[in-house]
Every structure is written in structure tokens, then in C-alpha cells.
């Protein structure tokens, strides 16, 4: 190994694994706000339209299990976007980026998000990460979870 780099003793897919677990709790709500302040009358249909047909069923089953089974004061869509994937987010921040992402994120975490997405990629195909990629991708979820818990962004909190 050079002089900087990184080991990880061989754990690199589960530390990119943990960190994407984390990415996803902190974009989903930031995700889903943003949606609805650019398409208000059309977001849940753009959500749906970019889960697969099993993702898809997946989410509205979870939903539609959670208008039926929930307390009065427990949001269903709440538990239903606890399903919601990483590469759907990623997917969403991306092909939405100039209509209303770019308000809250600069074109450097448009970057990171890229990067975060392929590293993704790579977990979620069980390809081994690089030590000097998995301390990128690493620090670029650190960014990009820095900034979205310190920001202001649109203030409708789902599942409340």
C-alpha cells in the first residue's frame, strides 16, 4: 500500500453497506419534501413511476397494510417510505436535479451523488471496493449527510 492510503482490513463493502443505510434514513424525508414542493399535485405518482413493478407492489402493499393496521395518529406513508431503495433516491435527486434539487444542492454534491451512486452499484452487485474508493465514497456520504442535516430545506415532515 502507498504512503495515504487507507486499509480496511478487508471490510470495505460492509463499512459502503452501513454508510448507505445511514445515506438512506437521511435522504428519504429530504427526497420526499422536495418532491412535493416541485410537483405538489404529482409526486407520489412520480415516486411510483420509478420503483419497479416489484418495488412498486412492495410499497403500495406496505402502505395500503398500514392504513389498515395503524393507530389514528401513525402516518401509513411513513412506514411505507422506510421501503423506499437508495437508487430510487439517487435516481429521483439526478433526473430532477434542474427542476427543483439544484435550489438545495450545488453541482459538487450533484457529483457526489454520482459517485455515491456507482460505489452503490458496485455494493449491490457484491463487487469488492478499493480501499481508496471505499474511503472516497465514504467521505462523500459524510459530505452529503453533513450538508442535508444542516441545511434548511422545505419544512413538511413526513409521517407527522
Same mark, same amino acid.
Given at each position: 500500500q502507498g504512503m495515504g492510503s487507507v486499509s480496511t482490513g478487508?471490510?470495505?463493502?460492509?463499512?459502503?453497506?452501513?454508510?448507505?443505510?445511514h445515506l438512506n434514513i437521511c435522504l428519504r424525508p429530504f427526497v420526499l419534501n422536495t418532491l412535493q414542493q416541485i410537483f405538489?399535485?404529482?409526486?407520489?405518482?412520480i415516486l411510483?413511476?420509478?420503483m419497479s413493478r416489484d418495488q412498486k407492489s412492495s410499497f403500495?402493499?406496505?402502505?395500503?397494510?398500514?392504513?389498515?393496521?395503524a393507530p389514528s +395518529?401513525? /402516518?401509513?406513508?411513513?412506514h411505507a417510505i422506510k421501503k423506499l431503495d437508495s437508487q430510487i433516491l439517487f435516481h429521483l435527486i439526478l433526473k430532477y436535479y434542474t427542476q427543483g434539487f439544484?435550489?438545495?444542492?450545488?453541482?459538487?454534491y450533484r457529483s457526489y451523488i454520482f459517485e455515491i451512486k456507482q460505489a452503490r452499484?458496485?455494493?449491490?452487485?457484491?463487487?469488492e471496493l478499493s480501499d481508496n474508493d471505499t474511503y472516497r465514497v465514504l467521505d462523500n456520504i459524510d459530505r452529503l449527510m453533513s450538508w442535508i442535516s +444542516?441545511? /434548511?430545506f422545505p419544512q413538511k415532515k413526513f409521517g407527522s
Open positions: 478487508g471490510n470495505n463493502n460492509t463499512f459502503v453497506g452501513v454508510a448507505l443505510e405538489p399535485n404529482d409526486w407520489m405518482t411510483t413511476d420509478e403500495l402493499a406496505s402502505l395500503a397494510t398500514s392504513f389498515s393496521s +395518529s401513525y /402516518s401509513p406513508l411513513h439544484n435550489i438545495y444542492l450545488s453541482q459538487a452499484n458496485q455494493w449491490a452487485h457484491q463487487k +444542516s441545511a /434548511s
